[in-house]
């Protein structure tokens, strides 16, 4: 998401983003359901964790870490 941005600069600042329209729409869907957002927002921490971690974990380690 947001691989293509356009930027537009006044006076060597960033002034605004253009954003393809289908990306706008879906961030939008994305901002005003909260299940959405919230789905999302798991999905930004697990690939974050992943990045930061090369550890594989049992599904029996997950359960329990999903449990607590």
């Known amino acids: ?3 293509n941005v356009q930027i537009i600069s006044d006076q ?3 002034k605004f983003a253009v954003i393809d329209f289908e ?3 879906y961030i939008k869907s994305l901002l ?3 299940e959405k ?4 927002l798991d999905y930004l921490h ?3 964790v992943k990045q930061q971690s090369g550890k594989r974990l049992s599904f029996e380690e997950v359960r329990q ?3 607590s």
Request: one cysteine or more; aromatic letters at 14%; charged letters at 40%.
């Open 1 to 3: 998401m947001l691989e």
């Open 12 to 14: 060597g600042k960033a």
């Open 23 to 25: 990306e706008f729409e």
């Open 32 to 34: 005003f359901d909260e």
């Open 37 to 40: 957002l919230e789905d999302y």
């Open 46 to 48: 697990i690939q974050k």
């Open 65 to 67: 870490a999903c449990a």
